[in-house]
């Protein structure tokens, strides 16, 4: 994940107590699955353009659900990820499809005030004050 990574300044993106939170969080959903839903959760350590391709099938349908996040690292990493295993699936004769979803807001992207692929408000004043009138589904 992009999280682990250092800046391009040399500090980690990711701090000890975040990356214990992460940990432990991650644990605690695994334990639930398993527990509630008598299912697993799999988790990896590399990037995900690293194990993806192991869990394809020639088979089936694949479908790649991700969430979508407007800043420049998830933005870059997003593109090269989707470039990546389009180009991996199509060598392979893969069937792959992606569905994205919007989770940056509470707010509906088509209801913003803005279009976030052109503008994103720089703090949390300027996207209140963009947002005050627009409507939560």
Same mark, same amino acid.
């Given at each position: !994940?992009? @999280?682990?990574?250092?800046?391009?300044?040399?500090?980690?993106?990711?701090?000890?107590?975040?990356?214990?939170?992460?940990?432990? &969080?991650?644990?605690?959903?695994? @334990?639930?699955?398993?527990?509630?839903?008598?299912?697993?959760?799999?988790?990896?350590? @590399?990037?995900?353009?690293?194990?993806?391709?192991?869990?394809? &099938?020639?088979?089936? *349908?694949?479908?790649? $659900?991700?969430? %979508?996040?407007?800043?420049? $690292?998830? !933005?870059?990493?997003?593109?090269? %990820?989707?470039?990546?295993?389009?180009?991996?699936?199509?060598?392979?004769? =893969? &069937?792959?499809?992606? /569905?994205?979803?919007?989770?940056?807001?509470?707010?509906? =992207?088509? *209801?913003?005030?803005?279009?976030?692929? @052109?503008?994103?408000? /720089?703090? /949390?004043?300027?996207?209140?004050?963009?947002? &005050?009138?627009? /409507?939560?589904?």
């Amino acid at each position: !994940m992009q @999280e682990w990574n250092q800046t391009e300044w040399g500090t980690t993106r990711c701090g000890s107590f975040r990356a214990k939170f992460v940990i432990e &969080s991650v644990e605690a959903l695994r @334990e639930r699955y398993q527990n509630i839903l008598g299912s697993q959760l799999l988790v990896f350590s @590399e990037f995900p353009h690293e194990f993806i391709p192991s869990l394809l &099938s020639k088979e089936r *349908d694949n479908i790649i $659900v991700n969430l %979508f996040d407007h800043n420049s $690292v998830d !933005m870059k990493y997003n593109e090269f %990820f989707k470039n990546y295993l389009t180009e991996f699936c199509n060598s392979n004769q =893969i &069937s792959l499809s992606f /569905k994205t979803f919007w989770i940056s807001t509470i707010y509906h =992207i088509d *209801d913003l005030d803005f279009n976030p692929n @052109e503008w994103v408000p /720089k703090n /949390k004043a300027l996207f209140l004050d963009k947002t &005050s009138q627009t /409507k939560v589904r």
